[in-house]
């Protein structure tokens, strides 16, 4: 998922997508437990997915923080 794409997505779907991802990259590191998995860089790029989700949903918290507090 592209960050253009995640700065379109609402707090919500944010959240959401999340705990999807969250829950997939739960799955591939299971899977690649059990047995290796044919590409174990879909670990990687979950984790990443992840992460941007967690960066752009903390940026938008502070933002409204800070413009409340104005």
Same mark, same amino acid.
């Given at each position: 998922? +592209?960050?253009?794409? #995640? =700065?379109?997505?609402? !707090? *919500?779907?944010?959240?959401?997508?999340?705990?999807? *991802?969250? /829950?997939? @990259?739960?799955? @591939? +590191?299971?899977?690649?437990?059990?047995?290796?998995?044919? !590409?174990? %860089?879909? #670990?990687? +790029? /979950?984790? +990443?997915?992840?992460?941007? @989700? !967690?960066?752009?949903? %903390?940026?938008?918290? /502070? =933002?409204? /923080?800070?413009?409340? !507090?104005?």
């Amino acid at each position: 998922m +592209k960050y253009s794409e #995640i =700065k379109e997505l609402s !707090n *919500e779907e944010i959240v959401t997508r999340i705990q999807e *991802e969250k /829950a997939t @990259l739960t799955k @591939l +590191k299971f899977a690649h437990a059990v047995s290796a998995i044919e !590409n174990p %860089t879909r #670990i990687n +790029k /979950a984790r +990443k997915v992840v992460s941007r @989700l !967690n960066t752009e949903l %903390t940026q938008r918290t /502070a =933002k409204a /923080a800070s413009e409340s !507090n104005s």
